[in-house]
């Protein structure tokens, strides 16, 4: 079968419907958090305060206008991490970009002409940092930063307006790279991690001619795929489509957890993330007692490679040839809305499956539940005084990548990087 969409692109203008869930978010968010109101981000440090403190959520970005999708490629295939091509990656990945661009510009316009995750992810952000500085005064204020691998506000724009902010550059300071890739992958929070240091030491590393004792101390939450928010968040809204089934059907119908795939040479390298995707997925339907029958999926397979499997798109064509018409799709990878769940799940798998019982739960976007888990996560990483988690530190076992081995030996610190080999 033809490959249906070829990437993880986020996108997406915001309906009036998803202007509402922000506003209604925005509302919910208020209420109080363990006996709390959330306050307004401080624009100094209270007494005490051991901040401020950047907060930058790592995400891959989506072009927010159709006119971007070509420079968004470009970057996204560019990168070895992501989708490597060998040695001519160089020259293939513009090429690439260049002969996809046409049919993902058609696709960005059919589901509203750009990508909503720029607002969702600074709206996530902003709404993090105000819990934060309720309650966690001593690391308060607690500034929102955005950092995209592939589009606007790019890793490098970000590190700029943390120097402009007065984060280092001989000021010190702390920033906390926070992944908004629930579970860890060398092709995802990896690649962002390596453009991180990338920019870190072309603008604060030895060569900048900064001070090193005046420069950003980084630390990173790398990975949260069980955290009891974001399966709550997760199980929530999956028990909110099944309400929309008759009551004598639900317990039958089948929900389909679905995430992006990974190249069989990524996954038999040793990367972790097949396996902690099955742990969120493990967690969700032990929230939800394993009321019902349940598998895991994978799509957005692209090129000629051998991917990890089964297909999403293949799996609903062949439980609906079996009978299985009631099924709730769930993206489990994700952060927020994009390219996979508007486009080929709406449009491609769901809408080609013809089935009004075939149905997508929602994303988690502005969802209050999954903001306080947000919070939660990184209070608990800053209270931990931890660079990374110690998982972060063990290389893949087949990874032979010297970028990869400098890259966490940076981030992992003085008293983890003799784990980093």
Same mark, same amino acid.
């Given at each position: 079968?033809?490959?249906?969409?070829?990437?993880?692109?986020?996108?997406?203008?915001?309906?009036?419907?998803?202007?509402?869930?922000?506003?209604?978010?925005?509302?919910?968010?208020?209420?109080?958090?363990?006996?709390?109101?959330?306050?307004?981000?401080?624009?100094?440090?209270?007494?005490?305060?051991?901040?401020?403190?950047?907060?930058?959520?790592?995400?891959?970005?989506?072009?927010?206008?159709?006119?971007?999708?070509?420079?968004?490629?470009?970057?996204?295939?560019?990168?070895?991490?992501?989708?490597?091509?060998?040695?001519?990656?160089?020259?293939?990945?513009?090429?690439?970009?260049?002969?996809?661009?046409?049919?993902?510009?058609?696709?960005?316009?059919?589901?509203?002409?750009?990508?909503?995750?720029?607002?969702?992810?600074?709206?996530?952000?902003?709404?993090?940092?105000?819990?934060?500085?309720?309650?966690?005064?001593?690391?308060?204020?607690?500034?929102?930063?955005?950092?995209?691998?592939?589009?606007?506000?790019?890793?490098?724009?970000?590190?700029?307006?943390?120097?402009?902010?007065?984060?280092?550059?001989?000021?010190?300071?702390?920033?906390?790279?926070?992944?908004?890739? $629930?579970?860890?992958?060398? *092709?995802?929070?990896?690649?962002? +991690?390596? /453009? &991180?240091? @990338?920019?870190?030491?072309?603008?604060? !590393?030895?060569?900048?001619?900064?001070?090193?004792?005046?420069?950003?101390?980084?630390?990173?939450?790398?990975?949260?795929?069980?955290?009891?928010?974001?399966?709550?968040?997760?199980?929530?809204?999956?028990?909110?489509?099944?309400?929309?089934?008759?009551?004598?059907?639900?317990?039958?119908?089948?929900?389909?957890?679905?995430?992006?795939?990974?190249?069989?040479?990524?996954?038999?390298?040793?990367?972790?993330?097949?396996?902690?995707?099955?742990?969120?997925?493990?967690?969700?339907?032990?929230?939800?007692?394993?009321?019902?029958?349940?598998?895991?999926?994978?799509?957005?397979?692209?090129?000629?490679?051998?991917?990890?499997?089964?297909?999403?798109?293949?799996?609903?064509?062949?439980?609906?040839?079996?009978?299985?018409?009631?099924?709730?799709?769930? $993206?489990?990878?994700?952060? *927020?809305?994009?390219?996979?769940? +508007?486009? /080929? &799940?709406? @449009?491609?798998?769901?809408?080609?499956? !013809?089935?009004?019982?075939?149905?997508?739960?929602?994303?988690?976007?502005?969802?209050?539940?999954?903001?306080?888990?947000?919070?939660?996560?990184?209070?608990?990483?800053?209270?931990?005084?931890?660079?990374?988690?110690?998982?972060?530190?063990?290389?893949?076992?087949?990874?032979?990548?010297?970028?990869?081995?400098?890259?966490?030996?940076?981030?992992?610190?003085?008293?983890?990087?003799?784990?980093?080999?």
């Amino acid at each position: 079968m033809a490959m249906r969409t070829s990437l993880s692109l986020p996108c997406r203008i915001i309906s009036n419907n998803a202007s509402h869930n922000v506003r209604s978010a925005t509302r919910l968010v208020k209420r109080p958090l363990n006996g709390h109101g959330f306050a307004t981000a401080a624009s100094v440090p209270k007494k005490g305060s051991k901040g401020p403190t950047a907060m930058v959520l790592l995400n891959m970005g989506g072009p927010s206008k159709v006119s971007e999708v070509e420079d968004f490629l470009s970057r996204l295939f560019a990168d070895a991490d992501l989708i490597p091509l060998g040695p001519l990656q160089k020259y293939l990945g513009p090429l690439i970009a260049r002969r996809r661009t046409p049919k993902i510009q058609k696709q960005y316009s059919d589901i509203g002409g750009g990508s909503p995750i720029r607002k969702w992810s600074e709206y996530q952000c902003e709404e993090m940092c105000k819990i934060l500085d309720e309650i966690s005064p001593e690391t308060a204020p607690h500034k929102p930063y955005v950092a995209f691998r592939y589009a606007d506000p790019l890793t490098e724009e970000m590190y700029n307006k943390l120097l402009e902010d007065g984060f280092g550059g001989g000021n010190g300071g702390r920033a906390v790279a926070f992944t908004q890739y $629930p579970q860890y992958s060398c *092709s995802t929070t990896g690649s962002s +991690l390596n /453009e &991180l240091w @990338k920019w870190r030491n072309r603008l604060e !590393g030895p060569r900048s001619g900064q001070d090193p004792a005046g420069a950003i101390q980084w630390s990173v939450i790398d990975r949260w795929p069980t955290h009891p928010g974001l399966v709550e968040a997760f199980a929530k809204n999956i028990e909110d489509q099944l309400a929309t089934y008759p009551e004598e059907k639900r317990s039958s119908v089948v929900i389909l957890f679905s995430a992006h795939s990974l190249p069989m040479s990524v996954v038999n390298r040793g990367d972790p993330y097949t396996a902690e995707v099955a742990t969120t997925v493990h967690a969700v339907m032990q929230r939800l007692g394993f009321s019902n029958p349940y598998r895991l999926s994978w799509q957005s397979q692209v090129g000629p490679s051998a991917w990890q499997g089964a297909q999403t798109s293949h799996t609903v064509e062949n439980y609906v040839k079996k009978g299985f018409t009631d099924m709730i799709l769930v $993206p489990i990878a994700f952060t *927020s809305d994009h390219i996979e769940t +508007l486009y /080929e &799940l709406d @449009k491609e798998v769901i809408g080609e499956a !013809g089935h009004a019982g075939i149905k997508r739960a929602e994303s988690l976007n502005g969802n209050p539940t999954f903001i306080r888990a947000l919070a939660d996560i990184a209070k608990t990483h800053l209270e931990s005084g931890e660079k990374c988690s110690r998982q972060m530190t063990l290389r893949c076992q087949g990874c032979k990548s010297e970028r990869c081995l400098e890259q966490k030996k940076f981030f992992a610190g003085d008293d983890l990087k003799s784990l980093v080999r």
